[in-house]
């Protein structure tokens, strides 16, 4: 027999007063769009509803909306400061030769040059060395593939992120 009743830091973010939900949607990713578009569509009964929602809002982001949503994350390698899930969502560079995130460093900038913004992955899980080999595969892609590949490594960072919060304890 299953549960039918909503979990419970899920339960709690469906009665969020708008600006606090909107907080939390923006831990979760950059875009205004996106967040507008899960915000709207509670309450959600159960984390499936919230990815389904996360995945519909992801496919329909605008170029400027990807753009937003880039915005919200640091390079490879450099996590930002204080931000935990940057961090955590990163470790597999913690242990990196300075070699390879010189390298990184290098092929984040060739990167960024070529289609004007960071190499996004979802890095969590991924090696430093898996990373680099990523960047290099998609540093050729044309502009077109590679805001597509950038739109479904967001769509998995941010089910991770949603996942982390509706499986919160109180």
Known sequence: MTSTSTPPALARFNVLEEHA???????????????????????????????SASDAAMAELTAEDLAEA????????????????????????????????AEMLELN??????????????????????????????IGNSPEQERETVRTELGKINRIRLARLVEEDA
């Open 70 to 101: 880039m915005a919200g994350h640091p390079p490879i390698g450099r996590p930002k400061p204080g931000d935990p899930a940057s961090a955590r969502e990163q470790r597999g560079m913690a242990g990196a030769s300075e070699e390879l995130r």
């Open 21 to 51: 939900a909107l907080a939390v949607l923006h831990e979760a990713c950059a875009s205004t769009t996106w967040a507008a578009r899960l915000l709207g569509a509670r309450p959600y009964a159960c984390a499936d509803d919230l990815y």
């Open 109 to 138: 900038l060739a990167y960024q040059d070529r289609f004007g913004h960071v190499f996004l992955i979802c890095a969590t899980g991924k090696t430093g060395e898996q990373m680099r080999d990523a960047v290099r595969a998609r």
